[in-house]
């Protein structure tokens, strides 16, 4: 079996700072890449940021500047800091990995979510 637990959310006041946590457990052999998505209020889950099995890193424009994905790779733990919160960012964050597992197939895994509200 595969988890992902996610931690880090809250509630923050607008221009505040949060770090997320996510971190892969189970039959792992390798994980491919990681990311964060999120779900605000009505609308549809979209992309935060990625971050391949090399390091490399895509941001959506919405964030850049303020968001920093990263990884730990001796922990299968992926992070997202994100700096300046809006309230447009309150959101449910869920993580993503793309996984090999220890029998060799691969599989897309999804976290609970966290939720995250940003207010005064």
């Known amino acids: 079996q595969v988890q992902l637990v996610e931690s880090g959310g809250g509630l923050v006041q607008p221009g505040g700072s949060l770090r997320l946590s996510c971190a892969a457990s189970?039959?792992?052999?390798?994980?491919?890449?990681m990311g964060w998505y999120r779900q605000g209020p009505g609308k549809e889950r979209e992309l935060v940021a990625h971050i391949g099995s090399g390091g490399s890193t895509t941001y959506e424009n919405f964030v850049k500047g303020r968001f920093t994905i990263s990884r730990d790779y001796n922990k299968n733990t992926v992070y997202l800091q994100m700096n300046s919160l809006e309230p447009e960012d309150t959101a449910v964050y869920y993580c993503?990995?793309?996984?090999?597992?220890?029998?060799?197939?691969?599989?897309?895994?999804w976290g609970q979510g966290t939720q995250v509200t940003v207010s005064s």
């Open positions: 993503n990995a793309l996984l090999t597992l220890s029998g060799r197939s691969i599989s897309t895994y």
């Open positions: 189970g039959s792992i052999f390798s994980i491919n890449a």
